[in-house]
């Protein structure tokens, strides 16, 4: 049996991804920009960013880049905040 990390631990489910995401869409939310406003603004459909925002999809990483640009943050500033795993400390 695998011992790796389970569907509640790893990918949409993982804490540091939900902080991450969760600095986006305080960031947008900031700005005063409606979802509808921001995903024209990247040239993408409101669902893009709903299904970001609600953990529907996942962003990979030229995405997280193009989108944290695009609300005037740093992207390497808000991976450096994500905290580490609990085997990393």
Known sequence: MATGPTSTTKGFQDPRYK???GRL???RRASGVSQEAFAAKINRH???VSRYETGERRLD???FVDISRALQCDPVELI???PLKDSER
């Open 19 to 21: 902080a991450l995401v």
């Open 25 to 27: 869409i305080e960031a």
């Open 46 to 48: 409101q669902q893009f």
């Open 61 to 63: 990483v030229v995405e």
């Open 80 to 82: 450096e905040r994500v």
